[in-house]
């Protein structure tokens, strides 16, 4: 199994940059296919973007795309979500979470992932 940590959230200023971090534990992430979603108060959990197991393919939501950058350095155990340009609408909890083994499909919806971290916030000022 996996454990999940993320980090980095905090209160940035429109148009700025942020990095999350999410930090694995109890498994190697080189097996594990990793995405980010986000949730605001009384809305869905939204896809945010995704990277497979072997780094080949990552995919990204409409409202980031061209944005945000996911990223992986499995020699630290850690999947990372580079995001620029952000706007207030990006104010959400960022969560990271991770489905079974070599898992490639789907990658986009969150029913797939086992395994979630707590998520951090993002805030997002005009």
């Known amino acids: 199994q996996v454990q999940l940590v993320e980090s980095g959230g905090g209160l940035v200023q429109s148009g700025g940059s942020l990095r999350l971090s999410c930090a694995a534990s109890?498994?190697?992430?080189?097996?594990?296919?990793m995405g980010w979603f986000r949730q605001a108060p009384g809305k869905d959990r939204e896809f945010v973007a995704a990277?497979?197991?072997?780094?080949?393919?990552?995919y990204y939501g409409d409202s980031v795309k061209g944005r945000f950058t996911i990223s992986r350095d499995n020699s630290k155990n850690t999947a990372y979500l580079q995001m620029s340009s952000l706007k207030p609408e990006d104010t959400a909890v960022y969560y990271c979470?991770?489905?079974?083994?070599?898992?490639?499909?789907?990658?986009?919806?969150?029913?797939?992932?086992?395994?979630w971290g707590q998520g951090t916030q993002v805030t997002v000022s005009s």
């Open positions: 109890g498994n190697t992430i080189s097996r594990y296919s």
């Open positions: 979470a991770a489905p079974l083994p070599f898992t490639i499909t789907m990658l986009t919806t969150p029913s797939t992932y086992k395994y």
């Open positions: 990277i497979s197991w072997s780094g080949r393919d990552s």
